[in-house]
């Protein structure tokens, strides 16, 4: 229950396209759902963060969708660039983000010209 | 704009060793954690640390880990016998009251 459930494992797009990437938890507790971008040999950078009172936010290119009743929620990045390759965790934690982080196993991107 | 720093950022000992990774968390942050990310996998939690005493620990922190304090600054993993599968990249977050956990650069450990 604990769990947070990521796909794809890997991803390719061309220049310019939509990457998606979704997330999918059991634990109906979690309230804040954030989003990291980690470049090869460092460590992970929030990016992107979203808590279930709203349905989406949007910051730049990067959107989240999220669907309280599905349990899911995604990360969308428009007109993607070669810059954003990196792997893409989702997580989750509870009460108001006190508790550890639950993290999605990773999703590599690659942006390709 | 301020940062999770760690040090060392390798470091590589013997198994049965002991090893301490430094960090020092964002200045007026009160939540500090510690997490490992084993090559290509995802990140896991260890252990939170709140008011100077363990807030809560996973299943992974057992008696050969520790974590303190020492100073108002520093905040310090140590692995008393270090075992292969201990290698990996230890990350330091912090965080100041709700929500964002910030994230250092890493320690990526090697017990050779």
């Known amino acids: 229950q604990q769990q947070v459930k990521q796909s794809p494992q890997s991803l390719i797009v061309q220049k310019g396209g939509i990457s998606i990437i979704n997330c999918a938890y059991e634990n109906t507790a979690f309230d804040y759902f954030p989003w990291y971008q980690q470049f090869p040999g460092k460590g992970p950078a929030l990016l992107i963060a979203i808590r279930p009172d709203v349905s989406e936010k949007k910051e730049g290119r990067f959107t989240i969708s999220f669907n309280k009743s599905a349990k899911q929620f995604s990360l969308h990045i428009m007109d993607s660039q070669p810059g954003d390759s990196a792997t893409y965790f989702c997580?989750?934690?509870?009460?108001?983000?006190?508790?550890?982080?639950?993290f999605g196993k990773g999703t590599r991107l690659s942006v390709i010209a | 704009e301020p940062e999770v720093t760690q040090t060392p950022s390798h470091q590589v000992t013997q198994m049965g060793q002991e090893v301490i990774l430094r960090c020092v968390p964002i200045?007026?942050?009160?939540?500090f954690y510690w997490y490992r990310q084993i090559l290509g996998q995802k990140v896991e939690f260890l252990v939170s640390f709140y008011n100077n005493e363990i807030s809560e620990k996973s299943e992974i922190f057992d008696d050969q880990f520790s974590v303190e304090r020492p100073d108002g600054s520093n905040f310090t993993l140590k692995i008393r016998s270090t075992k292969l599968e201990d290698s990996a990249m230890y990350f330091c977050?912090?965080?100041?009251?709700?929500?964002?956990?910030?994230f250092g650069p890493g320690t990526r450990l090697t017990v050779t």
């Open positions: 997580a989750a934690s509870m009460d108001s983000g006190n508790t550890p982080l639950v």
């Open positions: 200045s007026n942050h009160l939540y």
């Open positions: 977050a912090s965080r100041q009251v709700y929500y964002e956990q910030y």
